[in-house]
């Protein structure tokens, strides 16, 4: 499976879109990319998937570079239930290897 | 619906003692998966459940970790003779059949503490 790059924090000032950015150069043409988010003391939770179309549903947008080596989640208005850290990862199986994630902060 | 339940929430053990870690996925979904993540980390895939066999275990780190899953429902990971290092929060995750495109639900985990 392919490795993700994911910047370590970001901030954002509620009722602002945020864009969560993902490299995952190295992905294969059958990979899905998953994000999952996980809030304070909880398991992860799903965000949205995707595979080579932009993709939306009610929590987030994902948009899939054409190249796919790159993705962004995009939260359009950042409310603070959104904080969390974001876990993008790229995966031809079952087996899901979560990196360390980006942590958003969202401002009042 | 119910989602992934996991119990106990907390456990605290003194090292050498055996755990036992249980988890109750979501009904009708077949695939089962547990992980590991330590304080500040990402999550560490351990063992995944199709139906009632293990076909991937790579994940455990020792043999003293062991699973098994019955009657395509709950599932039980042991830990033998616990370590200092066995220290850290428990997920399990389910999902309606094995593979990519299949979304995971996790429990909210279970905290184990090595004393």
């Known amino acids: 499976d392919a490795k993700t790059t994911q910047p370590n924090s970001m901030e954002s000032n509620e009722e602002e879109p945020v864009h969560l950015p993902c490299n995952h150069s190295?992905?294969?043409?059958?990979?899905?990319i998953h994000w999952y988010r996980q809030l304070p003391s909880q398991g992860p939770e799903y965000v949205i998937h995707?595979?080579?179309s932009n993709v939306n549903n009610r929590m987030a947008s994902l948009a899939i570079a054409e190249d796919r080596k790159s993705s962004t989640l995009i939260l359009h208005r950042a409310t603070l239930r959104d904080a969390a850290v974001y876990y993008c990862i790229t995966s031809g199986t079952y087996k899901y290897i979560f990196g360390t994630g980006t942590r958003l902060k969202v401002l009042a | 619906g119910a989602g992934v339940s996991q119990s106990p929430s907390n456990k605290v053990t003194e090292k050498g003692k055996d755990v036992e870690l249980r988890c109750d996925p979501i009904s009708g979904h077949t695939a089962l998966y547990w992980y590991r993540q330590s304080l500040g980390q990402g999550l560490e895939f351990l063992i995944y459940f199709q139906g009632n066999s293990a076909p991937d275990k790579s994940g455990l780190p020792s043999d003293r970790f062991s699973a098994e899953r019955t009657g395509g429902s709950v599932s039980t990971l042991t830990i033998q003779r616990t370590q200092q290092e066995d220290s850290a929060v428990y997920l399990c995750?389910?999902?309606?059949?094995?593979?990519?495109?299949?979304?995971?639900?996790f429990g909210p985990g279970t905290r184990l503490t090595v004393t």
């Open positions: 190295t992905i294969s043409g059958t990979d899905y």
């Open positions: 995750a389910s999902s309606l059949q094995s593979g990519r495109a299949y979304e995971q639900y």
């Open positions: 995707g595979l080579t």
